[in-house]
Nanobody, 119 residues
Framework: VQLQASGGGLVQPGGSLRVSCVVSGSIFRDNVWGWYRQAPGKQREYVAAINRAGQPNYADSVSGRFTISRDNSKNTVYLQMNSLKPEDTAVYYC??????????????WGQGTQVTVSS
């Protein structure tokens, strides 16, 4: 499987950003997909996941601000991030997610995409 994340960048607090992840080498529509992030000096953490039916799940820290979606025709999962805060600064990765805990379903992470929230 290959995971190509993109769309990160520098944004001011309160701003918005959408990151994308194109998945290849896997049966995209049959899997639950998640977004995870890793801030400097911290462990990687769960952000959001979306199941085969399109139902989302969010970590408490991003609920109400972030929206996960998927396009099975494009093998792509998205994360729309609104009302961004400095503490959202991290490298964002996508991966398979294992229900019901949404733990990562693979040891392969791809290169991720850097999101920096700063004034």
């Amino acid at each position: 499987v290959q995971l190509q994340a993109s769309g990160g960048g520098l944004v001011q607090p309160g701003g918005s950003l959408r990151v994308s992840c194109v998945v290849s080498g896997s049966i995209f529509r049959d899997n639950v997909w998640g977004w995870y992030r890793q801030a400097p000096g911290k462990q990687r953490e769960y952000v959001a996941a979306i199941n085969r039916a399109g139902q989302p799940n969010y970590a408490d820290s991003v609920s109400g601000r972030f929206t996960i979606s998927r396009d099975n025709s494009k093998n792509t999962v998205y994360l729309q991030m609104n009302s961004l805060k400095p503490e959202d600064t991290a490298v964002y990765y996508c991966n398979k997610a294992k229900a019901p805990t949404y733990a990562p379903g693979s040891d392969y992470w791809g290169q991720g995409t850097q999101v920096t929230v700063s004034s």
